[in-house]
């Protein structure tokens, strides 16, 4: 199925998933590699190592250590990557940091984004992503594996 389904995740589910494995956005995360292909570019993932490193982040959560840093570093690289040049990105979000999201699933053809930000999920849907939070997608991936 991973070759099938093309998932991009917002900042906020990452951060989520870092911080409590065992919470619904770790729970996306386990195993991600034979559910599903996650798709991310070079701009979200400075978004994602940015946010990790800020300071007021790393007091509140004392769990996200360099080392955790660094294999979120490199989990970032083993997803498939497309380029996405200011061109591509529209103004869409009412948040226009949101935007590089949406730009990426649609270069990418993603079937799915998740986030928790109400400034994407009101969208519903970009181009033929549908854009999610992380329970949908958890009972969609529960859905399609029960189904094989």
């Not at 995360?29 to 599903?36: L, N």
């Not at 250590?65 to 990557?81: F, G, H, P, V, Y």
């Not at 799915?112 to 519903?124: I, P, T």
Request: hydrophobic fraction near 45%; include cysteine; glycine fraction near 0%.
């Amino acid at each position: 199925m991973a070759d099938e389904l093309k998932l991009v995740l917002d900042t906020q589910v990452f951060l989520r998933a870092l911080i409590n494995p065992k919470s619904a956005a770790g729970a996306l995360f386990a195993d991600w590699s034979h559910i599903f292909t996650l798709v991310t570019c070079d701009q979200i993932d400075a978004e994602i190592l940015d946010v990790l490193q800020r300071p007021k982040i790393r007091a509140k959560f004392p769990q996200i250590t360099d080392s955790l840093i660094e294999q979120t570093r490199k989990l970032l690289l083993l997803a498939d990557r497309v380029v996405v040049n200011e061109n591509d990105i529209d103004a869409i979000c009412r948040d226009p940091k949101d935007d590089i999201f949406l730009a990426c699933a649609k270069r990418s053809q993603a079937n799915y984004l998740v986030s928790e930000d109400k400034d994407l999920l009101v969208l519903e849907s970009h181009h033929t992503t549908r854009i999610l939070n992380i329970l949908e997608m958890l009972m969609i991936l529960r859905e399609s594996s029960q189904t094989e």
